[in-house]
């Protein structure tokens, strides 16, 4: 039954063509957005405008639409736990705007809470 309620609601977020977006004071550190299936993305109100921060969540988005609610979340946590944040498949893919050298180190350029001027 929790199930089936869990699938209706995520199916009902599925139809809709954009997540919320939501700008808000504070992220888990050293984040500054974050995806969270169904709900929407969540961006410190510092980044609003940032377009590549916007476009890096966008794809997580896109990827949660692709897999679906508990294969999103699955294959995200499995990479996370097997090959680590900076080389994980879905980071690099949503990193794909991203220059070459930030790809594959992106926890040390970005999760420094440092402010980055907008890149795209």
Do not use: C
């Not at 609601?9 to 954009?18: A, E, G, P, V």
């Not at 050293?30 to 609003?48: D, L, N, Q, S, V």
């Not at 900076?86 to 930030?102: F, Y």
Request: hydrophobic residues 35%; proline residues 4%.
């Amino acid at each position: 039954m929790i199930f089936y309620q869990l699938k209706k609601q995520t199916m009902n977020y599925k139809k809709s063509k954009r997540p919320n977006i939501f700008y808000v004071k504070y992220l888990f550190s050293p984040y500054r957005a974050m995806t969270i299936p169904p709900i929407g993305i969540f961006i410190k109100k510092e980044y609003k405008g940032n377009k590549s921060i916007l476009k890096h969540d966008l794809i997580h988005w896109h990827q949660y639409k692709k897999y679906g609610f508990i294969l999103f979340y699955f294959r995200y946590f499995m990479q996370l736990l097997l090959i680590g944040y900076d080389l994980m498949p879905m980071e690099i893919e949503a990193r794909q705007s991203d220059i070459l050298k930030n790809k594959y180190n992106y926890s040390q350029i970005y999760h420094k809470n440092k402010k980055i001027k907008n890149e795209l």
